[in-house]
């Protein structure tokens, strides 16, 4: 069975940074296109960031471009999103996601992604 933990979120002031880890398990991974989402109180599920399997491609929203930051070891099965420059408008839970193996292009599409953690609460005080 497919999990992915996701960790690492937390209260931090606005300008602060914070780091974020999804744990993925009973995955090829290395064959794993990897996205992070983000889902406020009362809205939709937003795209945030997407790496391709070996790293060398990355995509992310125009709302977090220059402040965050994704990246993936495939060694230790993990992606990590390094965020800077939290805003308020940061506050969301966080969640990791993972493409079907057979799909190799990286999408910032929820419908693309198979695969879901449970989250990690990130809250960025003013």
């Known amino acids: 069975q497919v999990q992915l933990v996701e960790s690492g979120g937390g209260l931090v002031q606005a300008g602060g940074s914070l780091r974020l880890s999804c744990a993925a398990s009973?995955?090829?991974?290395?064959?794993?296109?990897m996205g992070w989402f983000r889902q406020a109180p009362g809205k939709e599920r937003e795209f945030v960031a997407c790496?391709?399997?070996?790293?060398?491609?990355?995509n992310y929203a125009d709302s977090v471009k220059g402040r965050f930051t994704i990246a993936r070891d495939n060694a230790e099965k993990t992606v990590y999103l390094q965020m800077n420059s939290l805003k308020p408008e940061d506050t969301a839970v966080y969640l990791c996601?993972?493409?079907?193996?057979?799909?190799?292009?990286?999408?910032?599409?929820?419908?693309?992604?198979?695969?879901w953690g449970q989250g990690t609460q990130v809250t960025v005080s003013s």
């Open positions: 996601a993972a493409r079907r193996s057979f799909y190799v292009s990286i999408d910032s599409l929820l419908e693309a992604y198979a695969y």
């Open positions: 009973a995955l090829p991974f290395s064959r794993n296109v």
């Open positions: 790496i391709s399997r070996t790293g060398d491609s990355t």
